[in-house]
């Protein structure tokens, strides 16, 4: 196999945010966090249940494996036991999400996709979130709305977590005294500084950053010939 590129490095990570949490329903949105829930699946997490979106449980390879109906669903969501994978439009310092609009809320500069299911996800189950370009646009200091809850709203909630953060640039946590956002492994190519310069709030970085873990030689061959024989991930993080 040759080296890993920065897209496959993401999946990798993306798929790390399931690891440990056994019999739980993934729902990953968008197409890295996808290859990484079913990459998951196939390899450290074979207890994870993976969903079509409507109402089956699906192998990795889409085949079904379950029925899924909407009020199993529910309960699944509302008691802890789903973890998603988001993306956001804004994201600040404590895991607060918008993707609702930018702007004023009475007059908005842009219409986005409208608050969604994020409160509920994020106050009743864990939560992960995937951001493809890494930038001050994304990383805020202060969110224009929130839609997904982060650690400074949440208290009380029983299943509020926010496992993990994924960028093109490295992979990030609330591991810090006060749940603010904190620099866990840096992708390849990529430096503190880099990432520092692209984030719009003071980021805890610790002294040592290690790197983002590579693909094995089995994981690689898994996302090239099974996963994504098309290279369409490519496309999302072309480094």
Do not use: K
Not at 40 to 69: I, N, Q, Y
Not at 101 to 127: F, K
Not at 203 to 218: H, K, Q
Not at 219 to 238: F, H, K, T
């Amino acid at each position: 196999m040759t080296g890993a590129t920065r897209a496959e490095y993401c999946v990798v990570a993306c798929a790390e945010v399931w690891r440990d949490d056994g019999e739980v329903l993934a729902s990953p949105m968008g197409l890295i966090p996808s290859l990484g829930a079913r990459l998951a699946r196939l390899t450290f997490a074979p207890e994870l249940l993976l969903t079509d979106g409507e109402a089956l449980l699906v192998r990795p390879d889409g085949t079904p494996e379950g029925w899924l109906p909407y009020r199993q669903h529910l309960e699944l969501v509302t008691g802890g036991r789903r973890h998603v994978m988001m993306g956001a439009s804004q994201l600040d310092r404590f895991g607060n999400q918008n993707i609702s609009c930018i702007g004023d809320w009475e007059r908005p500069a842009r219409q986005l996709l409208g608050v969604r299911g994020a409160p509920v996800n994020t106050l009743n189950h864990p939560t992960s979130y995937w951001i493809p370009r890494h930038s001050r646009r994304v990383f805020v200091e202060r969110v224009d709305v929130v839609c997904g809850v982060g650690y400074d709203r949440a208290a009380g909630a029983r299943y509020h977590r926010i496992a993990r953060v994924v960028s093109d640039l490295g992979v990030f946590d609330f591991a810090t005294p006060d749940r603010s956002m904190r620099l866990v492994s840096l992708h390849p190519g990529v430096t503190a500084g880099q990432v520092r310069e692209a984030t719009g709030f003071e980021l805890t970085v610790p002294d040592e950053v290690p790197a983002s873990r590579a693909p094995t030689a089995e994981e690689l061959r898994l996302i090239r010939e099974v996963l994504d024989p098309a290279g369409a991930r490519g496309r999302e993080v072309a480094v």
